[in-house]
């Protein structure tokens, strides 16, 4: 029998193995490419025997109950949760749900904090084959029930943080009158109709385990959650995380030997795809211990790093520019950390980060929630978010390599650059281009939405007649060995403060303020912060002037309306808004004049919590207001 092309290409890099030294002669990047293709093989040893066998996230959990249940599972504010504690208070949860007599798959919205609930939660939904969405618990008002709504949910769960009450309770009228709503912790006031004790509920209700026939609707491309995403426009968007995806996602931590002996840390909000698909579900892969904090603390940091004997942190990028705020310890270096994965690392920082606190390997990794695949840099490459040489992009189409493209992209006409023959073309060294990634034939969808919402992200006819590629909507530069660099995010979204958000969403908001007439939304670097402060260059209608309450009606509305994270930090006010041909507002010019009074003739003005206004930036002090409000 001849040998398969798999084969041949293996029997190919073992000949290349053979001549190392011949071919780093020739090709001096082929060592790191063999590194990464070893990483991304380990990810798929891992995930195919759990993908051909069906064995879902919560089969691999319940299995590391039986094996260990004593085993700490979570640590959270200095108590232990065992993974036979949070099994029992998973069975409770799908107890709970199953007296509602809800239909198989159906969706209970939960907007719980990083704490052990929201984790069990979780668990005790797939035990019962139903989706958990994550619903972020900074929103209010419209986007709050803009994502409750689109979750098609017939029961939510609210934590016990502070605030979040008040949140559901000030949206209770527009949702639907029979949806029941459950409420964690202890209350110190009677619970309005239609909503119940979560707690009280729990102490009534026996840890009876579930049988496994009850998930028996389930198959690989049911959603385990959504998790929300700006997108490129409008409000939050559900993004459908199925089995198949919890199980791969699972399994990237793999890459790296992440194992049962490992001690992960997570400090990042658990709705976001990073906290959990990353740090909790390869957690919950290898049945290793997990350290939860509710709120991110740069001061606490390093104390619970070394108390908790973490070994692998999850970040993002903003984190660890805080952490580098902290004044400098002996203790900087003493910890137990082998490997910082995350994304967002920016290159300023990366070194300093790295050096100071002796962090061995940084595994940087580029990807979206509702994406088909990602890169991943496992080569201590500094500022890199992975790499793409040809011999990769031959090795993916042997699916023995992540398959992610860079193809050339015409930012003017915001579309790619298509050959004669009507196909993209591959970006090569010291080229950038749109970064994208090949879409299975089973996944028609990445949100819960629409036909229009999902078809935006796709990419057809890409290489050949017929295929289907995401379109992340970022541009990356190759470098002259193929390592891949963030530069841009395109379309109508800015990342801010570690989120995604969405300049439509900000606009809207705004626009209902009687005398504005128009609103542009986009985003400006700021220096030493990561990603772009929110701005609203703003057109007010006639014969409306810029006065101390109109600039308060502005900070009010932005305060009910939108998270914390979205609301505009600079307003520049214009007599007149430049369009483009297809009418939309053009941002190039006023992204690069940025916020700067000197080089504006159009008044600007900062934030100012203090006094719950707008304030002038002046010239002769704009800089240190600035650092002084962010």
């Not at 490419?33 to 959990?61: C, H, Q, S, W």
């Not at 605030?163 to 559901?168: A, K, N, R, T």
């Not at 984190?319 to 950390?337: A, C, M, Q, T, W």
Request: charged share 25%.
């Amino acid at each position: 029998m001849p040998p398969s092309r798999q084969e041949v290409l293996y029997g190919a890099a073992g000949t290349v193995g053979g001549a190392i030294a011949v071919w780093r002669t020739l090709f001096p990047w082929i060592g790191d490419d063999f590194t990464t293709m070893l990483g991304t093989k380990k990810i798929g040893d891992k995930m195919n025997p759990d993908l051909a066998n069906e064995v879902y996230l919560i089969d691999r959990f319940e299995e590391h109950v039986k094996q260990h249940p004593k085993k700490v599972f979570l640590y959270f504010e200095d108590r232990e949760y065992s993974y036979e504690i949070v099994n029992a208070m998973a069975d409770k949860i799908a107890n709970i749900v199953l007296s509602l007599n809800l239909t198989p798959g159906d969706t209970v919205a939960a907007m719980i904090q990083n704490e052990p609930s929201f984790v069990w939660t979780l668990l005790g939904l797939q035990k019962i084959g139903m989706v958990d969405a994550f619903i972020n618990y900074h929103l209010t008002a419209e986007p709050l029930l803009h994502s409750i709504r689109t979750s098609n949910a017939k029961v939510i769960i609210v934590g016990s943080g502070d605030g979040l009450f008040e949140s559901i309770e000030e949206i209770r009228h527009n949702l639907s009158d029979n949806i029941p709503i459950y409420v964690q912790g202890r209350l110190p006031y009677v619970l309005p109709p239609g909503y119940h004790s979560l707690d009280n509920v729990m102490e009534k209700t026996l840890p009876l385990p579930v049988s496994k026939n009850l998930r028996s609707h389930v198959t690989m491309m049911s959603p385990v959650c959504y998790i929300y995403t700006s997108g490129t426009t409008g409000l939050p968007k559900p993004a459908i995380c199925n089995q198949a995806k919890a199980i791969g996602s699972s399994k990237i931590w793999a890459s790296f030997d992440f194992n049962a002996n490992d001690v992960s840390y997570a400090v990042t909000p658990l709705y976001h795809s990073g906290a959990t698909t990353l740090c909790l579900f390869n957690t919950i892969a290898v049945g290793c211990s997990m350290v939860l904090r509710r709120k991110f603390s740069a001061r606490h940091y390093w104390d619970d790093c070394r108390k908790y004997k973490v070994t692998v942190v999850h970040y993002i990028g903003e984190l660890f520019r805080y952490i580098l705020k902290v004044p400098e310890s002996p203790l900087d270096g003493v910890h137990n950390i082998r490997i910082a994965m995350g994304n967002g690392l920016r290159l300023d920082i990366w070194k300093k980060f790295q050096d100071r606190f002796k962090i061995p390997v940084i595994v940087e990794h580029f990807g979206a929630t509702e994406g088909t695949s990602l890169t991943i840099n496992l080569t201590n490459k500094v500022g890199a978010i992975g790499r793409i040489s040809p011999l990769m992009r031959l090795a993916s189409k042997y699916k023995l390599s992540v398959q992610v493209r860079v193809i050339r992209f015409d930012r003017i006409k915001e579309e790619p650059i298509r050959g004669k023959d009507g196909f993209c073309i591959d970006c090569g060294a010291g080229e950038e281009g749109l970064i994208i990634s090949a879409v299975p034939d089973t996944t028609t969808e990445f949100y819960v939405g629409s036909k229009s919402i999902n078809e935006k992200k796709f990419l057809r006819d890409v290489f050949v007649k017929g295929d289907a590629y995401f379109n992340f909507g970022d541009i990356v530069f190759v470098d002259k060995d193929y390592y891949l660099y963030f530069r841009d995010r395109l379309g109508d979204t800015f990342r801010w403060k570690s989120e995604n958000v969405s300049t439509r969403e900000v606009a809207e908001v705004l626009s209902t303020l009687s005398f504005i007439q128009d609103v542009n939304v986009y985003g400006v670097e700021v220096p030493d912060n990561d990603g772009r402060a929110g701005m609203a260059a703003i057109l007010l209608k006639d014969h409306s002037t810029i006065t101390p309450e109109v600039l308060q009606q502005i900070y009010r509305k932005c305060a009910k309306s939108l998270p914390k994270y979205a609301r505009p930090i600079f307003l520049r006010f214009q007599t007149n808004f430049e369009v483009t041909q297809t009418m939309k507002h053009r941002k190039v010019d006023l992204v690069k004049e940025g916020y700067n009074p000197d080089i504006l003739s159009d008044p600007v003005y900062c934030v100012d919590v203090k006094n719950k206004t707008y304030s002038p930036l002046e010239s002769a002090s704009y800089h240190q207001v600035i650092k002084s409000r962010l």
